[in-house]
Structures are given as C-alpha cells and as structure tokens.
C-alpha cells in the first residue's frame, strides 16, 4: 500500500511561522512608518510657516525703529524707541538685536555686527540668516526715510523657529517616533503572534501526524478564518483514507480467498513430493521428481507470499491505531516463536537460541507474534547452514526490547535502509523469499510507534534487528 507522505510540512512552517507573521507586521509597520514621516513633514511645515510670520513681524518692525528717531544729536540719531520695539527687545532680550547705519554703513546705532559694508541698493527689504555667538539669526535690513535722512534699518532674531526645528528634530520629533515605532512593532509582533497561534498550532498538529493517521481534523479548534481550509483538508484525507482502506480491503480479500485453494494445492503437492522421495508410486507419477520439487518450492512461496500479503493489510490497517493494547508478555512470546521455528532451524542445522528476560509491555499482541516470526524467519532462511540465530528480549534503560541476532552473511550499511521496503531483496541473496518479511515486521514497529534498529551482529558478522518497545 503506498504511504502518504506530507511532504509540504516544511514548507508549510516556514508559509506559516515566517512567510504571513512576516507580511502582517510589514503591513502594520509600514503605515506607522509613513505617519511618522508625515508628522514630521508636518512639524516643518508648522516650522516654516511660523518663520513666514517672524519674517513679517520683522518687517513690521524695521519701520518701527525708523519712526523711533525724533532728531539729531550732534551728529547722531536721537532715539525714543517705539512700544513694540520695546516689547520685542523686552521678551527677547538675548536673541533679538537691532543696528541702524547711514547709507556708508557707519554705525549709528545699536550693534555693529548688524551692519553689512554694502548697504541694500534699493528700498526692498533682505532677508536672510546669518551666524553669530553660536546663534543661527533672522535678519532684514531696510533702507528708510527718516528726519535724520536715509539710514539702513536692521533686525536680528535669534529664536529662528527653522533653527529650532532643526535641534529639535530628534528629540521632539524622530526620537519619539523611533520609540513609538518600535512599541508598536513590539506590540504588533505580540499581537500577530496571538493571534497566528492557532494556525501555527494547525499546523504542529498536521506535522505530528503519522502519515497513516487521515483521521479528521477538529473544526472547533480552528479560527473561524481558517475553518474552509481545515474543511478541505478533511475532505482530502477522507478521500486518501478511503482509497487507501479501498486497496487495503482489495489486498487482504485477495490474500484470504487465495489461502483456501492455495492450501489444498500445497497439500497435493506435499503429497506428491513425498511420493518422490520415498520412490514409491513413482511410476504413476505423470510428472519428473524435479519438476514435483519445483512445483512444491513453488506452490510454498506462493503460499507464503498470500499469508504475508493478509499479514500486511492487517498491520497496515488504520484502525490498529485505534484499538485497545494489552499487556504482552514478551518472553513467552519469544518461548513460542522458538518452538514455532526449530522444525525449520533443525532442518538447515542452525543453532536457534533464546536469551529471555521476564518483560511486558503494552502492544498489540497477535501483531508483536507476527514480527517476531518474519526476523526469526528471515535470520533462519538467510544464514549459513550450521550458523547460529538468537532470540532476545529484556529491558535496556527505560525501554524493553525484542531482538534477532545471527552470524549470516550480514547486509551492507548502505542496503540496510532499503531491506525495509516492500519487495526488495538485496542482489546476491540466496533462498527463497518475496522481501515483505521485514517490510511487515517494520510496518508492525510503526503500529507501536516506534522502528526497527538494524545493525551488524557480533563480531561485526551477521545481522542484528532491535525493535524498542516503550516500557
């Protein structure tokens, strides 16, 4: 029966685990990263529309500071400072300045770094920014109409809101964005993974699974979301189960309806053969004694191939995972495979041991008997004659264990993996045998969750088939 293999599992952690939480959070964190922008293309919009309207007060000062001349006084500009100059130079005291010069640019008053060599050469007002102390300033300068005559009008602002903005940025703006980006990615990422649990918890369960296991998944422990996937899913494993049980059914009916004929047709045969062979009514024999033997090795093998057959379905039945173990005393079993085997044993003259100790062990125990006779089997079929084959079972740690030795001519590491599959023999093999007996003993171990452990016998001879059991 073909196995089904999720092949897809890992893809589907990493779809699940990485691909969608990844795609989530970079749709979440991608807007906040735009508003963040945003907000701080709008805080220098903010900024220089408040240094559009420093720039106008500004100028509305520079005719203000031209009307505080009331007259001369010896040559220079007597001075009665309007009340909004005052104000401006009150509030402001280390970051507002003003200077007035002649049309030379001789200072008359205020400060002589206001004053520029080349004075404007018309009556429109210059703005720009210039550095002084460490402080980035507005300035404009003016040419005005006083009753001192034509002066040059300037006004410095230190608390330049575009300087401001600029110290500023980081700490009131980028940095607090930066902190708000990374408790939200923070949060997201925490939120996503909450809410993905349950689909990564789908997940694991899929993984988990036994490729034989096609039972249906729980609808009810699944997102609403995700509901119509897991209804598929169930669909397809419906559909494989019943294919599969389909084959399965079709396999063990053929096996059992062949065992009848088969039997009696080996019964004949058996008969024959020993007519042969004791050379009596050899004459009424319409067939060659060589062809008998033949026939009768044939007949066996076909025999044995339709018991294994029905051994397989029935150990690769899907409700073996359901039904109920019992405690299996593993030594008997072992004492009555022994006796079972030694006719075939003597026979090739093959010393057939047991090394028992007292263990049970939770298992299926009609199943259990069936491996322990296909390793027996095998280990007797395919060593040498006057070899040796042991039967073991005990307990190593906290698992027990059933186990055949024997001193045969062994199987190569790199064959080992491949002894396990359905019809496979390994090339050079003497004796007679269809490569399903280790195929049904491994399907037999995966019942039990767990699997046959191969490995060369003593001395590095032979072959050593270990089946742990949980104690």
């Given amino acids: 029966m073909p196995h089904f293999v999720p092949r897809a599992g890992r893809r589907l952690r990493v779809g699940v685990t990485s691909g969608l939480q990844r795609r989530l959070l970079v749709m979440l964190i991608v807007p906040l990263v735009l508003l963040a922008a945003l907000n701080a293309w709008f805080e220098y919009r903010s900024a220089g529309n408040v240094a559009l309207q420093q720039d106008h007060r500004l100028q509305a000062l520079v005719p203000l500071v031209a009307d505080s001349i009331v007259g001369d006084a010896g040559g220079r500009p007597l001075l009665m400072l309007a009340p909004p100059v005052q104000e401006f130079l009150k509030d402001h005291p280390a970051a507002s300045a003003y200077a007035i010069s002649d049309i030379d640019g001789k200072l008359l008053h205020g400060e002589d770094w206001l004053i520029e060599q080349l004075p404007p050469a018309d009556a429109e007002p210059q703005f720009h920014s210039e550095e002084h102390g460490g402080t980035t ?3 404009v300068r003016q040419r005005q109409q006083t009753i001192f005559g034509d002066v040059v009008v300037a006004v410095g602002d230190g608390a330049d809101p575009r300087q401001q903005w600029a110290r500023s940025i980081l700490l009131k703006v980028l940095l607090p964005n930066l902190v708000l980006i990374a408790a939200a990615a923070f949060a997201v990422g925490w939120a996503v993974e909450r809410a993905l649990r349950p689909l990564r918890a789908l997940k694991e369960a899929v993984e988990r699974r036994s490729p034989r296991d096609l039972s249906a998944i729980d609808e009810s422990a699944s997102p609403e979301e995700v ?28 096996a059992h309806q062949l065992r009848t004929p088969l039997a009696g047709l080996q ?16 004459a ?7 062809q008998v033997y033949k026939l009768r090795n044939a007949t066996r093998r076909t025999t044995q191939l339709a018991n294994q057959l029905l051994a397989l379905s029935r150990a690769d039945a899907r409700g073996m995972h359901s039904q109920p173990q019992q405690r299996v005393d593993l030594k008997a079993l072992c004492e009555n ?72 001519p062994g199987v190569a590491v790199a064959e080992r993996p491949r002894i396990l599959e359905r019809f496979y023999r390994v090339q050079g093999t003497q004796g007679e045998g269809n490569g399903l007996g280790l195929a049904i003993a491994e399907e037999i171990a995966r019942v039990h969750h767990s699997h046959l452990q191969l490995g060369a016998g003593a001395g590095g001879r032979g072959l050593k088939v270990t089946l742990p059991l949980p104690g």
């Fill in 137 to 139: 300033w507005r300035i």
């Fill in 227 to 254: 509901r119509p996937l897991v209804d598929s899913l169930n669909r397809l494993f419906g559909l494989v189960n019943a294919q599969a049980e389909s084959q399965r059914r079709f396999v063990a009916d053929a």
């Fill in 267 to 282: 019964a004949q045969v058996e008969a024959w053969s020993e007519a042969a062979s004791a050379r009596t009514g050899a």
């Fill in 284 to 290: 009424t024999l319409d067939l060659p004694t060589e």
């Fill in 337 to 408: 495979t022994l006796e079972q085997q030694l006719d075939a044993a003597t026979v090739r003259r093959i010393d057939l041991g047991l090394d028992a100790q007292p263990v049970r062990v939770m298992g299926h125990e009609w199943l259990l008997r069936e491996l322990l006779a296909n390793l027996v089997d095998n280990a007797v079929k395919y060593s040498d004659e006057g070899g040796s084959v042991t039967i073991r079972c005990g307990r190593r740690g906290s698992e027990a264990f059933l186990e055949v030795e024997d001193d045969g």
